[in-house]
């Protein structure tokens, strides 16, 4: 059973920094990549970023291109999404997922999803 636990979240300033982290356990053999997708209330879950699992590709939402980076030093350590710059409207539940397809900006791609993490960013 894969297991994904987030962390990292919190209540901060429009214009401060995040770090998120994913840390992974159980059968990840052969994943292809890991995401961070985030919900805010009264709205739908979206996708943020992504990472293969080599962490040699990565791929980001329109919203958060240059304000955040998705990382992973190698497989066996957490993913992480640094999120710079942050504004209210960032404010939601962040998730961390992982896939087993190529498809990785597809919501429906992803197996497994961690319990999230609340980021609150004040005005």
């Known amino acids: 059973q894969v297991r994904l636990v987030e962390s990292g979240g919190g209540l901060v300033q429009a214009g401060d920094s995040l770090r998120l982290s994913c840390a992974t356990s159980?059968?990840?053999?052969?994943?292809?990549?890991m995401a961070w997708f985030r919900q805010a209330p009264g709205k739908e879950r979206e996708f943020v970023a992504a990472i293969t699992w080599s962490g040699g590709s990565t791929y980001y939402a329109d919203s958060v291109k240059g304000r955040c980076t998705i990382s992973r030093d190698n497989a066996k350590n957490p993913v992480y999404l640094q999120m710079n710059s942050l504004k209210p409207e960032d404010t939601a539940v962040y998730y961390c997922?992982?896939?087993?397809?190529?498809?990785?900006?597809?919501?429906?791609?992803?197996?497994?999803w961690g319990q999230g993490t609340q980021v609150t960013v004040s005005s």
């Open positions: 997922a992982i896939s087993w397809s190529t498809r990785l900006l597809l919501e429906r791609s992803y197996t497994y």
């Open positions: 159980g059968g990840t053999f052969s994943a292809y990549g």
